[in-house]
């Protein structure tokens, strides 16, 4: 009896109930945030500590190696995320599966399989030392570590923008007399531009981020593979004031957050017909 | 309403008699409880885990938990209110720290000793043989930080060598360039020498535990160079069972705690 005279209200009563609660999670989130920019500021030495050899060095190399790792993903995942798109082949299910793996796997896992893959004694290492090619240790192992981890968010993305794209342009195309790799760079491109901009987004900051796999499989020494996220790390391991620390953090959140307003930028200009 | 009242009465009385139990268990001989959380040393894993089991025998109703890592990571997170009851660091250094900033508490005692090898993998790729080798062009060797204190005692080591004319001038700029890793914990630096990514490194004689001993080899640094290092322990300053954690502490000094560290290469204190 009293659940049907409470029914009603119902629809109001959601509102408060939810509110307080959703309310208490965006401060959750909310106030580290804040308290990172807000500790930054009031040391009073965040030029200071931004100008500083260890975070510059840190920044360099996190640039560098953050967009090589992206570069390869284009160039090695927009044909794979083309082949998953529109090819039928036999295993592809597995090849799918691979592609998303290390998204799920953690980051200290790829370090460990990208060791015993890579490494001197690795079951390629081997080889690749023989040939003097010696990627332990060094900034091409950083590159390694993030295209690994970075790659699929680069692929699922696009491939999900290339299925979006009705066949019915590309038979028209084909029925014009265009090539198949000219349709593909006049029309499937093209219209699943958004896609590739938000993939790339993606992968670059989760390229940007990545700390696990590197500090396995590359080590930790400045300038050469200590990445921004190695020298927080380095920070704390050495016992050094946080300040270092809080200022590094605050500059990967603005460009976390320069990168996440790009991505909304990228989606909106996808819900608006480009043709 | 009047059962609420005995569950509150029943509380206040369970609580009284945990306190009066809390004050009779001070007493000496009383049989000791609880749990022990006990940050340590990288260096000191495996002859902790050992002492651990031994205090436990003696003790069934305590229970110890260990946190593992560089020293300074420690110390720091120590400063930073992680929760324990003892600190054991590898150097004098960061008990220093830990005490000025007021998160251990005296006595600090000194229970153990360590000093330093040259350690490169069993098929040695760097074809190391003495510790002039280590400043061949080309080598990757790997080192703990240097506010880790292996890595402090490694570059104190160096600095000695480079004082003798028998390593010739430059000698340890020469070494620290060959370096291509900086580890948080001298335990990750054995790891990159054991996986054979590194030519060679230079730990604690103590890391080459008997497990390792078959994966490794090495190089002993003569004592004109070695580095005397000193384990200092101390409860900290807001121990939730200071008699628990001195305990610990006492058990670690005692013939018992000093044998089985013995047995891990440790050098009576």
Known sequence: MSERRERPSAGVDATRV?????LLFVAFVAVPL???GWRAVESGELAANLTSDLVLDAMRLSAVTST???ALAILFGTPLAYLLARRDFPGKAVVDLIVDLPIVLPPTVAGVALLVAFGRRGVLG?????????????????VLAQLFVSAPYYIRTVKAGFEGVSPAYEGVAATLGASPLRIFRRVILPLSWPSVLAGAILCWARALSELGATLVFAGNF??????MPLAIIGVFDAGRPLDVAIALGVILVLAAAVLLVLLRLAARSATRPSF | MRFLLFLVLAGVAALLASCGGKDESAAPGAELSGRVTVFAAASLTDAFQEISAAFRAAHPRVEVVFNFGGSPTLRTQLEQGARADVFASADRQQMDIALRSGVVREPVAVFANNSLVV???KDNPGRISSLGDLRRGGLKLVLANPEVPAGAYARRALAL???DPAFGAGFSVAVLANVVSLESNVKQVVAKVELGEADAAIVYRTDVTPSLASKLVQIEISSRYNVVAEYPIAPTADAA???LAQAFIDFVLSPAGQAALARYGFLPA
């Open chain 1, 222 to 227: 400045p300038g050469r593979t200590q990445t």
């Open chain 1, 34 to 36: 804040v308290a990172l």
């Open chain 2, 241 to 243: 069972n200071l008699r």
């Open chain 2, 119 to 121: 350690i490169a993998p």
């Open chain 1, 126 to 142: 081997g080889r690749l030392d023989d040939l003097g090619l010696d990627v332990a240790f060094t900034t091409a192992a950083v």
């Open chain 2, 161 to 163: 060598m480079d004082a």
């Open chain 1, 68 to 70: 090589i790792a992206l």
């Open chain 1, 18 to 22: 939810f509110a307080p609660l959703a």
